[in-house]
């Protein structure tokens, strides 16, 4: 029969275990996923959570520019991400995605900010 202590210890290990993935940061492909599933759904402030300061502004914007066109902006509630390709180098990455419905690949590119993934857009 095994020792209560050791059981104790097993729940203590698997808890750790769980807090600890919990709070690991969020690759750039899982970021972009939500930031693109916000996105979609014009879920603005929800998707300035996963940009960078610069892009934040831009969303921000969008999200102004938004509220008096209503149901005017096209959302798509069915957007679905799939991720092709993640490439990190340093503090910067790039992700490829398509939207499961089919269309374009497209690359996003994303920076670390304090320690965070952000998704990162210039000014074009």
Not at 7 to 30: D, K, M, N, Q, Y
Not at 36 to 47: I, R
Not at 81 to 104: C, M, P, S, W, Y
Not at 116 to 124: D, F, S
Request: aromatic residues 8%; charged residues 25%.
């Amino acid at each position: 029969m095994k020792q209560p202590s050791h059981i104790i210890r097993v729940l203590i290990l698997f808890i750790f275990t769980g807090l600890v993935a919990a709070c690991s940061p969020a690759s750039p492909g899982e970021v972009a996923k939500k930031f693109m599933t916000h996105l979609s759904k014009a879920e603005f402030n929800e998707a300035r959570q996963y940009a960078s300061e610069q892009t934040g502004q831009l969303i921000e914007m969008m999200g102004k520019m938004g509220a008096p066109m209503g149901a005017k902006m096209k959302k798509n509630e069915n957007y679905s991400f799939i991720l092709l390709n993640e490439k990190i180098e340093g503090d910067k990455a790039t992700v490829e995605f398509r939207n499961k419905e089919g269309g374009q690949v497209q690359t996003m590119h994303l920076i670390e900010e304090k320690g965070k993934w952000k998704v990162h857009e210039e000014k074009k």
